[in-house]
């Protein structure tokens, strides 16, 4: 029966350019060397790594100034561009707003009138309320022969909704 080790194929293969490059643990290195003292498929693999000779590509610095004002001048474009997308707003929306606006100031005129309207019934309903007040209140024949009768003015009393 064959021992399971702790790194597979797969694993080796995915370690390779850092084992090459020794940035591997300590615990890395001795697993991959036991896995290749018992796979000749890695090792070769490992080998073949190893020969091919890899050079870091070179990178110009750019220095130039006009280089750099073009760069610029395309970054600031491109945030203009961004600005007045986010700035204006598209006509469905503005149409929503404005039908959303109409419907409550619709919706707020016709609730002012309607307590307008309100206030007009309890206003002369109070009035009436007073009037009976008074009536009821007044004098019969024989208690003004005794007393003077005080003439009663109407003051409406404001109540709130």
């Not at 149409?95 to 307590?115: D, N, P």
């Not at 309890?122 to 003004?144: A, F, G, K």
Request: proline share 6%.
């Amino acid at each position: 029966m064959k021992e399971q080790l702790p790194f597979t194929c797969r694993d080796v293969h995915l370690c390779s350019a850092a084992w090459l490059d020794e940035q591997l643990s300590p615990a890395e290195y001795e697993f991959i060397e036991e896995h290749l003292q018992s796979c000749p498929a890695c090792e070769e693999f490992l080998q073949k790594m190893a020969e091919q000779e890899f050079e870091a590509p070179q990178l110009k610095f750019v220095q130039d100034d006009a280089y750099w004002q073009e760069m610029d001048q395309v970054l600031l474009e491109e945030i203009d561009k961004e600005e007045k997308k986010q700035s204006s707003l598209p006509w469905p929306m503005i149409v929503l707003y404005a039908a959303a606006l109409l419907l409550s100031l619709i919706w707020g005129l016709q609730h002012r009138q309607r307590a307008i309207h309100l206030e007009k019934i309890v206003d002369s309903q109070q009035q009436s309320l007073e009037y009976w007040e008074r009536i009821s209140q007044q004098q019969t024949p024989e208690d003004t022969q005794n007393k003077p009768v005080k003439p009663v003015k109407y003051v409406p009393a404001r109540m709130e909704l």
